[in-house]
């Protein structure tokens, strides 16, 4: 829309002027061009067919020109650019702006001094900028995150369809740009929006103080934007290791696919290696696998020679769901040696973990049956010097089960079986068995539960199983080469008392807040086993718990305590768990399997406790007592205590507590003691504890520390302090560990990492060794 003009304006002051006044506004209607049109608003052709609006307090038009001046504001679709002074081509959409030029597009605010600009291509140079864009970032548990949106400053830059800035000589931040904390200074600069930023001779200002130079740098800018490239340098020290150096490359070629390869520079030891894949190549299937080697060339002994310690370990995890309701697993691992792990794993609990487990598995259950088709080897480590170890392998299994089911409504008779083939291996410093000994087994079972109303029941279960097994041990202990079968028959009959309850009421002392009730039960359980026909027991090769079941005449009985609190109408929530258990053997020999002055390990034994506690016949297991407070809130206890009538003494104190009073401070104390006789089990007396306040990506002041102490041998294994502080747009954290493990390992690790909110560390302390 035209507003009137200087000549219409005129031509209205005096009717009596008419005819002069006519051929004045003619005149003036031909020379428009040439004159300020003094229009407040007009709408203007642009490229595609759209429409630009332009306002101002001057204007005028100069052939396909117009001109403006004076709080000059250009809109086009979702794009502004307002000036003191903007030169529009209607033809070619071309527009020059000058003085004060503020540029908006979007999540895109541009300052500059001019500007040359297409408002329909959206192409476009700007001069002496400063700018900023909002970028939204995907929620990261293990990133500080900042809202902020990116700032930059540049003596240029270019703006290009698809929304892609090329800045040249600038800066660039997410700090408060009048006081930056960090600056990235780069020559060239390429900001793709919602996929990345790319840096091109730059480098990194802490305080404007020049710290690293990068000849290339990428971060990621988008939601859902993975950027390939080198990872951000590792630097640091270790007493073990000397000084350490590595780099990553990070490579994401497809949506489904990422892979990262590093490698380390230990100064005192050698060169690491690390791998990492990672894929979804369809819905409902994940892989990953993970590397980690070390070339050791070891550190000298106290004769001066080197002992190298090297080796590597790996992991390949694949989780299928496949048609007609198959799953498939696959959890490969393989360690080199225990030596190796003790020496090189980053914390403590991964390096005491002896124990190495792989397994390929296909399972389908269907209207109550299983069907599983497997492969298992389990190797433990036992000695490191010399390597000692007991390999256990399946391979293959197959096992067909059924879970109790009622083929008569009105009867209360269940049925269900359990069976398996597979061939099996042992390898230890004993024995050492054919690769595949054949065994097979099947096991009916028959339930019947009877009720007499709802305060008594009792459930009975026979069970017959039959064994094979393609090769045993002679009386030296020593394999025979012939076959054994066992033929057991069981029975078990569960008696179930009924349940004492009370309940309370506590009224609220607060108005306008629920009444609190509590319901206390005590549950009594007796149950009795009978099993019979394991005349063999000392013939049959250990290969897995299947291999330890003995004949067994028992008894087992305890109660169980509960506290229950409920809240108005919300569900009740278990309080306080008290469980004490014992068994009673009157066959205290189970079957003649029981041998005097020595360890035994039975399946009647390890129901009751997962400690041995029989150095020949016995009739009484300890009593065990589990106590827990489990409010579902800031507080959680548990303590497990067992006392051997057979001893006379508490053997087992195991104690955990885990705190959360205020919503930043959490802490974990964890003691465990067993007492017991040596051969029975090693003396240990063992304390963790893990203090520590706020997260790892808070803002604001956190740490956390943490010790274990062995109060047996008076040696504090592991010590660990880490301590960081976040801010608005980046963060510090220092961390000292401490891993002691004898002669194998005494090692002392400063690590420190300057974070970088959005983006990462710098530094050697990465997000896998935070303990927050």
Request: glycine share 8%; hydrophobic share 35%; charged share 20%.
């Amino acid at each position: 829309m035209f507003g009137l003009n200087s000549c219409s304006r005129a031509a209205l002051r005096s009717p009596r002027q008419i005819p002069a006044i006519l051929t004045f506004f003619f005149l003036c209607l031909l020379g428009g061009a040439l004159h300020p049109l003094n229009a407040q608003q007009i709408r203007l052709p642009a490229g595609k067919g759209g429409v630009a609006d332009l306002s101002s307090k001057q204007q005028r038009r100069q052939g396909d020109l117009y001109i403006a001046d004076g709080d000059v504001d250009l809109r086009y679709g979702d794009s502004r650019l307002q000036a003191d002074h903007l030169e529009y081509n209607d033809k070619t959409s071309e527009t020059i702006a000058r003085g004060h030029v503020i540029y908006d597009y979007e999540n895109q605010h541009l300052e500059a001094e001019e500007v040359h600009y297409n408002v329909s291509t959206g192409r476009g140079k700007f001069r002496a900028v400063r700018g900023t864009i909002r970028i939204e970032r995907r929620p990261n548990p293990t990133l500080l995150l900042s809202d902020n949106p990116l700032y930059f400053e540049a003596k240029e830059v270019e703006r290009f369809p698809g929304d892609v800035y090329l800045v040249r000589h600038s800066w660039i931040t997410i700090c408060d740009p009048e006081h930056p904390k960090w600056q990235f200074y780069a020559g060239h600069a390429r900001i793709r929006l919602d996929k990345s930023v790319a840096l091109v001779n730059a480098n990194f200002r802490l305080f404007r103080v020049p710290l690293i130079w990068l000849p290339y740098a990428t971060a990621p800018a988008g939601r859902k934007v993975r950027q390939s490239g080198f990872l951000i340098p590792d630097v640091g020290q270790s007493s073990r290791k000397g000084f350490i150096f590595g780099d990553a490359f990070y490579w994401a070629p497809t949506s489904w696919l990422d892979t990262t390869v590093g490698a380390q520079y230990l100064s005192r030891r050698g060169a690491s290696e690390r791998g990492e894949l990672r894929a979804k190549p369809f819905e409902n299937t994940s892989i990953s696998y993970s590397y980690f080697g070390v070339d050791d060339r070891g550190l000298k002994d106290s004769t001066g020679v080197r002992q190298p310690q090297g080796g590597e370990q790996q992991r390949l995890e694949i989780d299928s769901k496949l048609p007609w309701g198959w799953r498939f697993v696959t959890d490969y691992n393989q360690l080199s040696s225990l030596t190796f792990r003790l020496a090189f794993a980053d914390t403590f609990g991964e390096a005491i973990n002896s124990e190495v487990r792989s397994s390929v598995f296909a399972t389908n259950n269907f209207r109550g049956f299983s069907l599983n088709v497997a492969a298992v080897n389990d190797k433990n480590f036992l000695t490191i010097n010399p390597q000692t170890s007991v390999v256990l392998r399946n391979l293959p299994e197959a096992r067909f089960g059924s879970v109790e089911q009622n083929p008569w409504a009105r009867l209360p008779i269940y049925f269900g079986f359990d069976s398996f083939v597979d061939g099996v291996h042992r390898s230890d410093s004993q024995i050492d068995t054919p690769l595949t000994v054949s065994r097979t087994e099947f096991a009916p079972r028959v339930t019947v539960p009877i009720h007499f109303g709802d305060w008594f029941g009792i459930t009975g279960t026979a069970a017959f199983r039959t064994t094979r097994y393609g090769d045993s041990l002679n009386a030296s202990g020593q394999l025979s080469g012939l076959a054994i079968t066992r033929n057991t028959g069981e029975f078990t009959i569960d008696l179930r008392p009924p349940t004492l309850e009370r309940f309370f009421d506590r009224a609220s002392l607060q108005k306008n807040k629920a009444r609190r009730r509590y319901k206390h039960t005590i549950e009594p359980v007796l149950t009795y086993r009978y099993v019979t026909g394991v005349n063999n027991f000392a013939d049959f090769i250990r290969f897995d718990s299947d291999a330890t079941l003995t004949d067994t005449n028992e008894l087992e009985y305890g109660f169980t305590q509960r506290l229950f609190v409920k809240e108005g109408e919300d569900q009740p929530q278990e309080l306080i768990t008290w469980r004490i258990v014992q068994k009673h053997f009157f066959d205290p020999t189970f079957g003649g399997a029981a041998v005097a002055g020595q360890r035994n390990v039975f399946q009647a034994l390890n129901s009751i406790t997962p400690f041995a506690f029989a150095l020949g016949p016995v009739h009484w297991s300890p009593i065990v007592s589990d106590f827990r407070v489990t409010p579902g809130g800031p507080y959680d206890f548990e303590q497990i205590l067992e006392y051997d009538p057979n001893l006379e003494k508490i053997t087992t104190i195991g104690t955990l507590v885990k705190v959360k009073p205020y919503k930043e401070f959490f802490a974990t104390v964890a003691h465990f003691r067993l007492q017991a006789d040596p051969i029975l089990q090693p003396l240990s007396n063992q304390i963790r504890a893990l203090v520590g306040y706020g997260s790892e990506t808070r803002k604001g002041f956190n740490f956390t520390t943490g010790i274990s102490y062995d109060l047996k041998n008076s040696e504090l294994q592991n010590q660990l302090i880490q301590v960081s502080y976040n801010g608005g747009c980046c963060g510090i954290a220092v961390e000292y560990r401490r891993i002691a493990l004898g002669q194998v390992r005494n090692e002392n690790q400063f690590r420190v990492a300057f974070i970088i909110a959005n983006i990462g560390n710098f530094g050697n302390l990465r997000h896998q060794d935070r303990i927050f």
